[in-house]
């Protein structure tokens, strides 16, 4: 844990209000917790028995400090506590988030994606200072590589690792759950939420993450619907597509092709250590990682360096 983090959770817990749900709405639910509408202006995030003070209080700060560094991003009114549980507050954002308007719009899939990528540029062209003290994205994918593929080829783990360590250092900002349910759509600004996961590094890694939330996933059964971000997966495929484009403001096929291979290996490295997260492959998970692991053989014949941005 960084320095930044580490003080946070030292916080003493008696500080925070508590209060109560009773006749508050349920209007989100996600892997931590739920989410209340408080008010007509607040929103409560509350958070599994599972998560300590210091875990609370600790996005809370990070999104605090990327509304600072010029991230549009709900405004965080602090930590309270609901029963045994903790709770962030936020100010309510009255609007719709890009899942459910991709949803219930496709044909405007375009102008979407287009917004989404003008989110990305607005946050991976934020330098973090020194003083913040951000994790490294970086680190992220060094543990994928170690509990995932290392247990399954160790050659081609260290020609990652070496790839990874050759990188220059870099201090982006990365949002690090950078999908559409986080995305809203207010007007025609968007704000992020969702900042448990900033840290700092090249963008190609959030590219990754945004690979496997959108193309990845749905290689099996285009029609079938992703049941997280509620669009299908033919729609996430063809947002990803559009993103890229937009997101490096070029037609020039060789260089999305460039980025779109980084961000395939990112999420093929991401993916081997999610099948091998309970510590032994199946015989069908087994096969899977073989492919992967044949696919990132493929794409490092290609790929000289990993970084996107200097
Ligand atoms: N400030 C907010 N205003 C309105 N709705 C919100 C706000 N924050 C979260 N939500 C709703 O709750 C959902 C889950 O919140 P999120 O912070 O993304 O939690 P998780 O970390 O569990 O994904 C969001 O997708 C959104 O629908
Ligand atoms: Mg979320």
């Known amino acids: ?14 500080k925070c209000k508590e209060v109560s749900l009773d006749g508050c709405r349920l209007i989100g639910r996600g892997l931590k917790g739920e ?28 999104c605090r400090r990327a509304f600072v560094l010029g991230v549009p991003t709900a405004i965080s009114f602090g930590v309270v506590s609901v ?45 973090a200072e020194d ?10 994918f060094r543990e994928y590589i170690i509990n995932g593929l ?6 081609l783990a260290g020609r990652c690792m070496k790839l990874l360590d050759d990188m220059p250092q870099t201090k982006h900002l990365i949002h690090g759950d950078f999908h559409t349910s986080n995305v809203f759509l207010h007007g025609s600004e968007t704000l992020l939420i969702d900042m448990d996961r900033l840290a700092v590094g090249d963008p190609v890694f959030e590219l990754g993450d945004m690979y496997l939330y959108f193309v990845s996933g749905g290689s099996k059964d285009p029609g079938g619907l992703d049941p ?19 997101y490096l403001k070029t037609e020039d096929a060789a260089r999305i092709r460039e980025v779109n291979d980084k961000a395939m290996l990112m ?44």
């Open 1 to 14: 844990m960084n320095s930044l983090t580490s003080e946070r959770s030292k916080i003493p817990p008696q």
């Open 35 to 62: 989410v209340y509408r408080y008010d007509d202006e607040l929103i409560i995030k509350i958070y599994n028995s599972s998560y300590s003070y210091g875990d609370v209080e600790r996005e809370a700060a990070l």
């Open 83 to 127: 029963d045994d549980r903790y709770g962030a507050m936020y100010e309510l954002v009255d609007a719709e988030t890009l899942s459910a308007l991709i949803a219930a719009n496709p044909s405007r899939i375009s102008y979407y994606a287009k917004e989404m990528a003008d989110l990305a540029n607005i946050v991976h062209g934020t330098v």
């Open 131 to 140: 003083k913040d003290d951000f994790p490294e994205v970086k680190d992220r």
């Open 150 to 155: 290392k247990r399954t080829d160790s050659d």
């Open 228 to 246: 997280y971000l509620g669009i299908s997966y033919a729609a996430c495929r063809e947002f990803f597509g559009l993103f890229l484009k937009y």
């Open 267 to 310: 999420a093929d490295i991401r993916l081997i250590n999610r099948y091998w997260k309970p510590g032994v492959l199946t015989e069908e998970t087994g096969m899977k990682v073989d492919n992967l692991t044949n696919e990132i053989k493929r794409l490092l014949d290609r790929i000289k360096c990993l970084n996107i941005m200097s």
